[in-house]
């Protein structure tokens, strides 16, 4: 059955129409809002490459995750930024951490928003690499010892989700392990599964403090040629125990979040990074881009090609445009 009896601008001829055949939903609770947690005290340094993102102390934390639970949002997610850093990542793991001290502030004040923390070492090395340095490299199974560490650590200030990003292999059996030694048998883990050594984490890096001192995370990280290794990542990562997968970033590699919502039946997310972020924001603020319309665009491709649920620096904004 063709023209002229089947239009398709028929079913697209008014808002309602259009809203009762739209495939695909976006939802406040499918957003989970990245936030910058530095020691002190009323501080909020604006990130400059990343408009109205900043860096907050854990008092401004805990008030920005009350606007996020007002709101509805599915979740934050953690990134600390130590006073000092050292070559053994050793704030990464200090129960007395900035990322533990902040998951405590908020459990206590916010008990009822979710609280996800990334498990890196990036933030907290002095050389700005994801773990310990051999020979020029970071050694992969030193590091998992931090990394198992690290996500006790914040399984027990009371983080609900770990999620470690640094892309050792084994590191998921290493922390499952560790949070079921610890008595955490119920923390669920999110691996940032197949995450790919990317140009779009640019702003994240002067948002973290964490770029690369010398050399790049082309040794870890994965190659953004690559398409199948990701699904044998993910394939990995679900053998050692994650409860969850994630995709990043998110616009550039639509592909690999269709492939892997085909292919596992976990709950996938898919990080639209800081360089997609800003990217948006950059041409929005040129007049190039119409803001609104590209976050929500943006968002809902990420959840057309198969995402659950989206990290996002737009979590708040699109939350408002939704309602
Ligand atoms: C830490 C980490 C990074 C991001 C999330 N966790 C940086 C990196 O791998 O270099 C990037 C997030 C973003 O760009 O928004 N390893």
């Given at each position: 059955m063709a023209f002229p009896i089947q239009r398709l601008r028929r079913l697209r001829s008014s808002e309602p129409l259009r809203r009762l055949v739209r495939e695909t939903q976006l939802a406040p609770s499918q957003f989970i809002l990245?936030?910058?947690?530095?020691?002190?005290?009323?501080?909020?340094?604006?990130?400059?490459?990343?408009?109205?993102?900043?860096?907050?102390?854990?008092?401004?934390?805990?008030?920005?995750?009350?606007?996020?639970?007002k709101l509805g949002?599915?979740?934050?997610?953690?990134?600390?930024?130590?006073?000092?850093?050292d070559e053994t990542a050793s704030g990464a793991y200090d129960p007395d951490g900035i990322t533990q001290q902040a998951i405590r502030a908020i459990k206590r004040d916010v008990p009822g928003l979710l609280v996800v923390t990334d498990v890196c070492n990036c933030e907290y090395?002095?050389?700005?690499?994801?773990?310990?340095?051999?020979?020029?490299d970071v050694d992969n199974d030193t590091t998992l010892g931090w990394l198992a560490k690290t996500a006790v650590s914040h399984a027990k200030a009371g983080a609900d989700i770990v999620a470690p990003s640094?892309?050792?292999?084994?590191?998921?059996?290493?922390?499952?392990?560790?949070?079921?030694?610890?008595?955490?048998?119920?923390?669920?883990?999110?691996?940032?599964?197949?995450?790919?050594?990317?140009?779009?984490?640019?702003?994240?890096?002067?948002?973290?403090?964490?770029?690369?001192?010398?050399?790049?995370?082309?040794?870890?990280?994965?190659?953004?040629?690559?398409?199948?290794?990701?699904?044998?990542?993910?394939?990995?990562?679900?053998?050692?125990?994650?409860?969850?997968?994630?995709?990043k970033p998110a616009m550039a590699y639509l592909d690999i979040i269709r492939q892997a919502r085909d292919r596992f039946e976990v709950p996938l997310g898919a990080y639209q990074v800081s360089?997609?972020?800003?990217?948006?924001?950059?041409?929005?603020?040129?007049?190039w881009l119409d803001l609104d319309r590209t976050i929500l665009e943006s968002l809902t491709s990420i959840r057309r090609a198969g995402a659950d649920f989206i990290l996002t620096y737009f979590a708040k904004r699109a939350t408002a445009l939704l309602s």
């Open positions: 990245p936030l910058f947690v530095v020691p002190g005290q009323g501080i909020r340094k604006e990130i400059l490459s990343m408009p109205g993102n900043a860096q907050m102390s854990v008092d401004n934390i805990v008030r920005e995750c009350q606007e996020c639970q949002l599915g979740g934050v997610i953690l990134f600390g930024i130590p006073a000092q850093k090395t002095s050389h700005g690499h994801c773990g310990w340095i051999k020979d020029g640094d892309m050792m292999d084994g590191r998921v059996h290493a922390i499952r392990q560790a949070l079921d030694t610890a008595g955490h048998t119920n923390t669920p883990i999110l691996s940032y599964a197949a995450k790919y050594a990317s140009a779009f984490y640019g702003p994240f890096r002067e948002a973290a403090e964490s770029a690369p001192q010398f050399g790049d995370r082309r040794s870890y990280q994965m190659d953004p040629a690559n398409g199948r290794e990701a699904m044998l990542e993910i394939a990995l990562d679900l053998e050692e125990g994650a409860d969850m997968i994630m995709v360089g997609e972020f800003s990217m948006i924001m950059a041409a929005a603020n040129n007049g």
